[in-house]
């Protein structure tokens, strides 16, 4: 536990003097029988102190005072110790970079099993649900955006938002199915063809008095129905196979725009409720009190690559000019909202930016809101374009369909893995390769050049050579990498779910003239599961099918604490913010503020249902007045 601060040194610009003061609090939490505490102070200076040189005045820590000013924060992870006493150093920050160092000792005491108790009951587990209870409690309303507005809270930044894969619908505008003209094509279940198994529910109802050989020539003809429907919608969604991005001919389809494009996919009664998308997250922020002046959506075609979106629908012009629009009519600047991949497409945005616009992000972003971000992708995004992922459409697609569609997308390099030494293992392991049946680790690029050339060359092409994405400036940096040039990022996360992280694959076909080895996963690697192999399970990670998840004892050496991802982007991805804050913690030049809300068992896709997200998104967009 905390015990006496010993004292602040800034730097010249602001004098040399040296206040000491005491720490006057105690941070604590447990685990197990340690106590630890990520630890953040805010150091403040009475206004007139700051031009004298040699003064002594006290700084006062947590508190601003009538005539003073805040001088900085600083804030680093107190851990439980072998040594009783440890000294620290830790930068202190102000609006203009770093300003100075903290220094103070911290020492690591025992305490008695009689003071537990009452240690425990002062320093309780933050329980955000029982926090979202309390506020629907205290305002008598069951609807957590209307009653939040109860308690007081207003809209304050006007914001826009961008979806992630798969989450803007998209319309034919053209098509040599005349019906399907201006309707949606994702998605609609009809148009995807109705599967055997949904008419065999049917037929309980219907075809009582058939005879089995009536059924089942019916069965027959229906999964083949099932199967031509399939076709011709897979037909209308792919793009052009050659390039991964323009409209095969006689097929044009683009993202329906507006709100409406991403509150839900489908518009039938009975898909519409389990095809949300935004639609939760927009009713909180309407009951709170947002209209059409101040909530805004960006959808955009979710299947091109960044520089196509641009180059076919002037997607990144007219986000800009739209964010514009919205920062002059409110006289506020923008909270740029993004989920999963919409959080790579906001990157890029910024980037964008920079290089076509400087200064605008500066004079109209107040903040970059992150939800789910796969800030350093997904291995599953591998997966995809592998063996398939159906994106919960197992009723209606096959893997074998599924990987069809990713690997004629241009987007879905858009989230393979980045910096993978930051990632618990290898994206893959593949058997068979030769003569060799060992598990042979492969990197994301070898993968993809072996046993997706098509994905690959789309990476080559619309990503490598990108200089908003992975071209390295002159300095070797990667702008996906790089800290996002707003003041305020705010990522909202779910925790401690079992994540995919890496594969276990083997050949089941080799390559051929023309086409690509085909790969299986191998669940014969699930004997490997939580057991240590320095060649097929280093990390002792759980496998199952042939798939190896981190889960909530998995050690994350960012934080130095076990924990996993979302269900779908793992821990190190998520969390990659908190590198950034680092990083603009320690270069004077940079100020970026960085809150990050972890919410315990939020699955990726369902977080945007979930309440405590939903508060969260309201407290950072909204004030209390």
Known sequence: MGDQQRSVRTVTQLGTWEPKWKFPAKFIYKKGES?????????????????????????????????????GLANFMVEGSEKATRDHKV????????????????????????????????????DVMEQVRTVKKKSGEKRLGRAMSILGYKPYYPIV?????????????????????????????????????????????????????????????????????????????????????????????????????????????????????????????????????????????????????????????????MVRTARNINEKKVVLMGHSMGCRCIQYFLSWCEGEDPGFVRENVHAFLAMGPPFLGAPKAMRAVLTGDCMGLEMFLTPEEAV??????????????????QFPDVVARVSGES???????????????????????????????????????KLGKKAVLSIPPVSNLWVIMGVNLPTEVSYYYKVEKKSTKGQDAKL???????????????????????????????????????????????????????????????????????????????VEGAEHREMLTNEAVLKAIIEFTCKKF
């Open 435 to 473: 003569q060799n049946k060992n598990f042979q680790p492969k990197t994301t690029t070898q993968l993809a050049q072996t046993y997706a050339s098509v994905s690959n060359s789309f990476k080559q092409k619309y990503y490598d050579s990108d200089p908003y994405y992975l071209l390295p400036d």
């Open 404 to 421: 069809v569609f990713s690997r004629a997308c241009g987007s879905s390099p858009w989230l393979y893995p980045v910096d993978e030494q």
């Open 161 to 321: 938002i961008v979806p992630g894969l798969a989450s803007s619908a998209l319309e034919a505008w053209y098509t040599e199915q005349g019906i399907w003209k201006r309707s949606r094509v994702w998605i609609d279940p009809m148009k995807i063809g109705q599967t055997a198994g949904m008419q065999k529910f049917s037929n309980k109802f219907t075809s009582k008095k058939k005879k089995s050989k009536d059924l089942k020539e019916d069965e027959e003809e229906e999964e083949e129905e099932g199967r031509g429907g399939r076709r011709k919608w897979l037909h209308m969604m792919m793009p052009s196979p050659t390039d991964g991005w323009s409209d095969p001919p006689g097929i044009k389809v683009r993202a329906v725009e507006g709100l409406h494009g991403i509150d839900y996919l489908a518009e039938s009664a009975v898909a519409k409720k389990s095809s949300y998308v935004f639609g939760h997250v927009i009713n909180a922020l309407i009951d709170v009190g947002y209209d059409n002046i101040n909530l805004q959506a960006a959808s955009y075609d979710w299947r091109l690559p960044p520089s196509k979106l641009q180059k076919r629908d002037f997607y990144f012009t007219r986000l800009r000019d």
């Open 91 to 126: 930068p202190l920050v102000g609006l203009s970079g770093k300003i100075g160092d903290l220094y103070f000792s911290v020492s690591f005491e025992t305490v008695e099993s009689e003071n537990k108790r009452t240690l425990m009951d002062e320093y309780t587990h933050y």
């Open 520 to 598: 299986v996963l191998d669940s014969s690697a699930d004997k490997y599961s939580n057991k240590k192999d320095g060649m097929v399970n280093p990390r002792g990670l759980q496998i199952s099918g042939g798939m190896a998840f981190e889960t909530r004892s998995t050690y994350q050496p960012t934080v130095r604490m076990n924990k996993s991802g979302d269900g779908t982007i793992p821990f190190c991805s998520l969390n990659y913010a908190h590198f950034w804050k680092k990083k603009a913690l320690e270069n004077k030049d940079l100020y970026l503020d960085v809150q990050i809300v972890e």
């Open 35 to 71: 106590f630890f505490r990520d630890l953040e102070f805010e150091v403040f200076v009475a206004k007139e102190k700051l031009s004298q040189r040699g003064s002594a005045q006290p700084a006062k820590i947590g508190k601003a005072e009538e005539k003073s000013t805040k001088l």
